[in-house]
């Protein structure tokens, strides 16, 4: 059985000099289940890269516990807690063949060589680098190198896996296909993983559950289907989605839907429940075949700048400088205390 | 097209390399390439202070100083000298690059200390030096004194005998270079990347490990040409030996620079002069190219 790994009440405060400091990580309680893929995600500066090298012993913290497999392992080096990481950087040894960087790992924890080689062959044909053994990782491409990365940190059966960005230095096409390769690697290993990415395409598709975090704080643990129609609170809800949730004023109260589901009224089946907004249309945008309408809306709340997407089986004409109705269906609106951000129980609307 | 051929003169590269370059060009023929042209013409020649006309006189120089003792124990005690202190420059060096690159309290105040010996000029800082060596007043045979080391009366005489008088030089010697040495290698370790260090100990290498696997290959180059940069200022170097001892007792600290300058400066014999300083082209050549190889691997790590 895969090991968990947790952390409770971490914090972490980085003293900035001249009296300043920052908040990294303030109060995160997290676990994962075994075997899991976990992605943290979230903005740049929002704590999730900290909380992963808190993970791995990289950084201490000022209070609270990290646990491995159910061990307390905060006062434990690095070296010590069985973990692996792949940096975004890679981090191989410039200096060190493919060969030497994979078997790093297995010198510094002393196995016999033969148990070695077997390790090495076994990690490398799992990755398909057999071929590039001899070579130095400044004759490898990005994919290569991620690749090497990878079969070092799997050689030794890590515990956990920590990956911390591992796609971000590859171009766009290569990121999608390496993304699969990495689900269904993990997949195969079974190893629990904890995985960092600022995004949210790479969460949404990697993890069996996203953490999302801000300013140090976690926002909302679920699975990413929950993260997306369920968001807990105004962060997420904008953080989330491309382009983000729509966020209506209303009193007290801010009224949220996506705009995937803002559609011209003829499109929202009359039976179910539905709320009518008229839409002044500015503008019209196509892209790969949805249609962006930029617009304000009234009549649910403050008049707002909302933006709605029609995918392209609607062909309901719509062009800009006209007021047509559009409608949300009931169950799809979700609501956020205005003051807090934080998601509430519905509020009747008319 | 004329458009390349109006160009403003500012704005091509080929006549502004060649600018460029000039000053350096003029500046290296006019103080090295001359100086050295004219070091091989005089050791062919029976020039001396008193009698500058250039007179041919094939290799009697080279075979004068073949059959003079004190070249051939001048020429040991550069190699002993350069040796012993690269040794221990580079060793030394590469332990303070590790303490300037720590994260401490007051590490200013350290910083500022180690580049102390650096900063000050030799000629002031080798005659503190001196004093805190002489034979009679020595401060240190005082301490010494007073915590029961040395006798009353008694002195240690740094600079007195011979092996105790090259320890000295070696020691000031030491002294002066280490700070140039810790910092070129201090650029080395801060130019390893911190993902690399953080990976090591992630992959379960401990302080050993990481030192001898990592860190110590990955500034080898840099280390190379700390020592090589070290091994060229030392065997060309007269100022210590020359403000502390002279080569004294009896030649047991004289280098090949200091002896060259005795004979061919002090002692006017040019000719001579010029053929005992010679001997340090062949080993400075040596260093250069092998500093060249240096920055070549750094360039294709």
């Known amino acids: ?350 | 097209m004329t458009g390349r051929a109006r160009m403003p003169l500012a704005d091509r590269d080929s006549f502004l390399a060649k600018a460029f370059l000039l000053p350096s060009i003029v500046y290296i023929i006019a103080l090295v390439g001359v100086p050295f042209g004219l070091a091989i013409a005089f050791s062919f020649s029976d020039i001396t202070a008193g009698d500058p006309s250039f007179d041919w006189v094939g290799l009697r120089n080279y075979r004068a100083i073949f059959e003079d003792g004190t070249f051939w124990q001048s020429l040991g005690n550069t190699l002993v000298f350069t040796t012993i202190s690269m040794i221990l420059v580079v060793v030394l060096g590469k332990v303070l690059a590790n303490i300037l690159v720590a994260n401490f309290r007051g590490k200013w105040l350290v910083r500022f200390a180690v580049l102390l010996p650096w900063t000050t000029p030799v000629a002031l800082s080798t005659i503190s030096w001196l004093w805190l060596l002489d034979s009679v007043f020595s401060p240190i045979d005082w301490v010494m004194r007073q915590v029961g080391f040395l006798g009353p009366g008694e002195n240690t005489y740094w600079l007195g005998k011979p092996w105790l008088a090259m320890g000295s030089v070696i020691a000031v010697h030491v002294w002066r270079l280490v700070p140039l040495a810790a910092v070129i290698m201090m650029a080395g370790l801060v130019s390893i990347p911190k993902d690399i260090d953080d990976a090591a100990r992630v992959d379960g290498a401990g302080f050993w490990r990481r030192m001898l696997g990592i860190t110590i290959p990955l500034t080898m180059p840099v280390v190379a040409v700390a020592g090589l940069f070290g091994a060229i200022l030392t065997f060309t170097d007269m100022a210590v030996v020359y403000v502390l001892t002279r080569g004294g007792p009896t030649n047991s600290t004289q280098v090949l620079a200091s002896w060259a300058y005795l004979k061919g400066i002090q002692g006017g014999d040019v000719a001579q002069g010029a053929a005992i300083a010679l001997f340090l082209f062949p080993l400075l050549l040596g260093a250069a190219v092998a500093i060249l190889r240096s920055v070549r691997r750094m360039e294709t790590l």
Not at chain 1, 43 to 51: A, D, F, I, Y
Not at chain 1, 119 to 136: P, T
Not at chain 1, 209 to 220: N, P, S, T
């Open chain 1, 1 to 350: 059985m895969a090991d968990v790994v947790e952390v409770r009440d971490l914090r972490k405060v980085f003293d900035g000099g001249k009296g300043s400091s920052t908040r990294a990580i303030d109060g995160v309680d997290l676990a994962t289940e075994p075997g899991e893929y976990l992605v943290l995600l979230g903005p740049s500066g929002c704590g999730k890269t900290t909380l992963l090298r808190t993970i791995a012993g990289l950084e201490h913290p000022d209070s609270g516990e990290v646990l491995i497999g159910g061990h307390v392992v905060n006062g434990l080096p690095p070296r010590a807690r069985q973990i692996a990481m792949v940096f975004q950087s890679y981090a191989l040894y410039p200096h060190k063949t493919v060969l030497n960087n994979i078997t790093f790992p297995l010198r510094a924890a002393k196995l016999p060589p033969d148990k070695q080689r077997e390790q090495v062959k076994w990690a490398s044909e799992l990755l398909g680098i057999e071929h590039l053994l001899d070579r130095r990782p400044r004759q490898l491409s990005g994919g290569e190198r991620q690749r090497v990365a990878l079969a070092r940190a799997l050689v030794r059966d890590p515990r956990v896996f920590l990956l911390d960005e591992p796609l971000s230095n590859l171009d766009a096409k290569l990121r999608a296909s390496a993304r699969d390769e990495l689900k269904r690697f993990q997949q195969r290993v079974g190893t629990t993983t904890v995985y960092v990415t600022h995004d949210q395409i790479e969460a949404m598709g990697l993890g069996d559950r996203i953490a999302v975090m801000h300013g140090g704080k976690l926002r909302q643990l679920g699975k990413p289907v929950e993260i997306y129609d369920h968001p807990a609170d105004t962060f997420v809800a904008t953080f989330i989605g491309s382009p983000p949730m729509n966020l209506v004023t209303r009193g007290e109260h801010l009224v949220g839907f996506r705009p995937e589901h803002l559609l011209p009224i003829e499109n929202v089946p009359a039976a179910v429940e539905r709320v009518t907004m008229p839409f002044r249309i500015e503008r019209v945008e196509y892209l790969s075949g949805d249609r962006h309408v930029y617009g304000t809306i009234t009549g649910i709340g403050d008049e707002t700048r909302v933006i709605a997407r029609l995918p392209s089986t609607i062909d309901t004409p719509i062009s800009g400088d006209e007021v047509h109705d559009f409608a949300v269906r009931a169950d799809k609106l979700r609501f956020f205390d205005a003051a807090s951000g934080i998601g509430c129980d519905p509020v009747p609307l008319s």
